[in-house]
């Protein structure tokens, strides 16, 4: 059951709700799309489902409504919207205050800085390098939480709503396997390279003078990269990075290690094998950011491949999760993912939910297609009856007095 909240604070669980879906990524992306009509049970509480309303899941997790689609059909009111979890709430949370001048910050420092005013607090639960920051703030707390997570480099889950546990990377590797004729049917591979490169240059803080003016061509700190897999490609060049912020050649030979694409790109499809064993057991129990062995003997594959996205169901567990899974630790959910695992499983039980839906709507459909032929036949009716008041009875009454005998006095 849900609950909705709306901007008056009136709040009420939400019945009959046609259909909920819960996407999650490593990426941060955490948010919620739910379908529902308005019925005699749940009308008060749908009411309370307008723009920028809450929704509370059972679970306690609170998301906010940033899309909403309204439909009217004859007396029926549908609604579909989109919420984002309340985390990204605090857009709203300007953070005005300055760490003036150059400064290096470590990952609690610049956490404590972009969420101060705001009633999120984190965990850090591994260890990370200090980051040099110039003029830190004056931005949102959630801009300002976005650019620490791309400089150190985490991924975050989320706790109680308000509450973030930071690491270098979510989930575990639980030694679970993606295996030919064991739990795969059926493997697509592709590959290509069209952004492959082994070498890069990186050029970090520009240099100044002892008036504070930049030195032309000049940087504090200037490198260059070469992958290991340029023993195999040759060296191929990418485009320069360039990042002022950047003191370090340490932090800059990690930046250019994560930039540099230095191997080929895959693209996978596959479809998963049924089976009551014990695999498929290990397989309910994944989580985002597990890592997983896909192992293809005839196709002589054997790669670790991560979980980047899950989409799951919470009030329809019979509804297996949705794993979005890349063989590119860098890429985040993008073209360059596998949409499947457990899709197969899914389609009987989300086709059995449209099922309901459209048969309520193809009543709706031939109640509306009734009302239209009504209309048309009156429609018909009406210009039937201004014929005959126009044409018929005109000409009706000329053959009367065409037909009228005179009167006369005396007998014919």
Known sequence: ???????????????????????????????????????????????????????????????????????????TVRIEATALHTLYDNVSNYQYDVIKGEKVLSLHQALTHALEGTNITFYIEDEFD???FENFGDDNSIALFNKIKESYEFEFDIENNTHLRIYKQLGKNNNTQLRYKHNIKTLKLEDNT???????????????????????????????????????????????????????????????????????EMLLTLEHEILMNNINKQLEDIDLGDTLYLIHE????????????????????????????STNPKSLVDSHTLPYIEKANNDKEISSIKNNQNKFTQRIEKAQQAVMDVENTMKDLDNEMDRIENEVIPEVEQAVDSARIPSSVEPP
């Open 194 to 264: 069209h952004n492959l490169a082994t070498y890069i240059k990186g050029y970090g803080k520009p240099k100044e003078d002892k008036e504070g003016n930049v030195i032309d061509g000049e940087y504090e700190v200037a490198i260059d990269y070469t992958s290991p897999n340029a023993d195999k490609y040759g060296i191929r060049t990418a485009s320069p990075y360039y990042n002022e912020k950047i003191t370090n050649k340490n932090t800059m030979q990690r930046y250019l290690k994560s930039r540099l694409v230095d191997e080929a």
């Open 130 to 132: 200090s980051y040099s």
């Open 298 to 325: 005839p196709m002589n594959i054997q790669f670790q491949i991560r979980v980047n996205e899950i989409i799951d169901f919470p009030l329809h567990p019979q509804i297996k999760p949705i794993y979005t899974l």
């Open 1 to 75: 059951m849900l609950i909705i909240t709306n901007l008056n604070g009136e709040s009420l669980p939400l019945r009959n709700i046609d259909a909920l879906s819960r996407t999650r990524g490593t990426n941060g992306d955490y948010q919620i799309k739910l379908v529902a009509h308005r019925t005699d049970k749940n009308s008060k509480a749908f009411d309370l489902l307008e723009e920028e309303s809450i929704i509370t899941l059972p679970d306690g997790n609170k998301f906010r409504v940033k899309v909403r689609e309204k439909q009217s059909i004859d007396n």
